[in-house]
């Protein structure tokens, strides 16, 4: 089952603009991880924030996480082309050991 | 380092039949898990497999299984194929340690006819 939801489901912008996904949950977590997914091919792993973090830099990506709302958002900046792909947030409870629960994804589209 | 590779990448199969799919990790990678990505569920998780034992399990039927040998390679099998078994199988593997980065193979593409 998902752990929750991404929204939106598709983002269309220009390359150059900026795109803002966000990502609720719904169990309390030890940390949440974005991925980038392209065209039904393997997943590359973007971020990860921990529970006790609540904002995280890395190159183009800005991704905050609010515990309180169980929610996230990752924000890529100055969008390029290359952009174009589905985004997963992955949560992972603590419980021990490697087990991601994945949201629902937002394909983003970078038009030139 | 070599990325984590699957095989086969693509596979036809009939309802009733059985299939193995196979993962190798990144060198030193002790941790294998599997995930199976469809249209209607999304992306869920099978199984990981640490230091050739069963260390997570998803809601799958038991239909679905795995193993992990000591070169840290794993196997998923499904037996009894049906229709909705159709799906993208994502292997990844990571270190082990928490909190981790997983790396995602590229996948196999199973077809269920």
């Known amino acids: 089952s998902q752990q929750g939801e991404e929204d939106p489901q598709a983002l269309s912008i220009q390359e150059g603009e900026n795109a803002t996904m966000n990502c609720s949950y719904k169990?309390?977590?030890?940390?949440l991880q974005w991925y980038r997914q392209n065209s039904g091919r393997g997943l590359v792993h973007l971020i990860l924030i921990r529970s006790n973090e609540r904002e995280k830099h890395s190159g183009r990506l800005r991704v905050t996480l609010d515990t309180s709302k169980k929610s996230s958002s990752l924000l890529i900046t100055a969008s390029r082309a290359a952009d174009t792909a589905s985004y997963f947030c992955?949560?992972?409870?603590?419980?021990?050991?490697?087990?991601?629960?994945f949201g629902t994804g937002t394909q983003l589209k970078v038009e030139l | 380092k070599a990325g984590v590779t699957q095989t086969p990448r693509y596979l036809i199969k009939t309802r009733g039949q059985q299939v193995t799919l196979s993962c190798s990790p990144i060198s030193g990678h002790r941790s294998v898990s599997w995930y199976q990505q469809t249209p209607g569920q999304g992306l869920q998780f099978l199984f990981e497999?640490?230091?050739?034992?069963?260390?997570n399990k998803g809601n799958f039927p038991g239909r679905f299984s795995g193993r992990q040998f000591s070169n840290s390679r794993s196997e998923m099998n499904v037996s009894t194929l049906e229709l909705g078994d159709s799906a993208l199988y994502l292997c990844a593997s990571s270190l082990g340690g928490s909190p981790y980065t997983q790396y995602f193979g590229p996948g196999t593409r199973l077809t269920v006819l």
């Open positions: 169990t309390s977590i030890n940390n």
């Open positions: 992955a949560t992972d409870a603590g419980l021990g050991g490697n087990k991601l629960t």
């Open positions: 497999y640490f230091s050739e034992t069963q260390r």
